[in-house]
């Protein structure tokens, strides 16, 4: 059984920042690669972020030079920095990583959590 487990929404005003953290826990050999997505009402869900085997990171060009995505391998954790946030960066927030545990490599995503940019 393999859990992601977000935190870090809330509430902050433009110009404002947060920072997402997602946790995995459960009986995982490795986490090849971690996403952040988002999804804001009426609209789909889009990448934000990622980080794959090797370090390498994307960012949708809405966000980049504002968001950062990291990890901390030892806590199978990763984090999402959000800098100078806007009201169009409102959404529901998920993560998603691929996982491997035991012979099997998955995709998992987490509960969400709402970000919310307003004055």
């Known amino acids: 059984q393999v859990q992601l487990v977000e935190s870090g929404g809330g509430l902050v005003q433009p110009g404002g920042s947060l920072r997402l953290s997602c946790a995995a826990s459960?009986?995982?050999?490795?986490?090849?690669?971690m996403y952040w997505y988002r999804q804001a009402p009426g609209k789909d869900r889009e990448l934000v972020a990622s980080?794959?085997?090797?370090?390498?990171?994307n960012y949708a060009d809405s966000v980049k030079d504002r968001f950062t995505i990291s990890i901390d391998n030892r806590k199978n954790t990763w984090y999402l920095q959000m800098n100078s946030l806007k009201p169009e960066d409102t959404a529901v927030y998920y993560c998603?990583?691929?996982?491997?545990?035991?012979?099997?490599?998955?995709?998992?995503w987490g509960q969400g959590t709402q970000v919310t940019v307003s004055s």
């Open positions: 998603y990583a691929l996982i491997v545990t035991g012979l099997l490599r998955k995709g998992y």
């Open positions: 459960g009986s995982i050999f490795s986490i090849n690669d």
């Open positions: 980080i794959i085997s090797g370090g390498d990171t």
